[in-house]
């Protein structure tokens, strides 16, 4: 079975304005949070537009929370 081609293995993916539980010691939430993957790792957090690959694929993910791990 094929992929879908906006998610092929390597291709850097932008997660986009969501919320974001980073589960460290200050329990802090940030919101309205980019977080960039590269190569199944998460590769930065925060406003990564200057980080951002032309290749990336883009999701906006407006009230939706994701947590590391």
Known sequence: M???AAFLPG???VLRRGTVL???RARRVLT???VLVVDDRIAAVGLV???VP???RAR???ERR????
């Open 2 to 4: 094929t992929q879908p």
């Open 11 to 13: 291709r850097p993916v």
């Open 22 to 24: 980073p589960m460290d």
């Open 32 to 34: 309205d949070t980019d």
């Open 49 to 51: 537009a200057s980080a």
């Open 54 to 56: 032309l290749t990336a």
């Open 60 to 62: 906006v993910l407006r």
């Open 66 to 69: 994701s947590t590391s791990g």
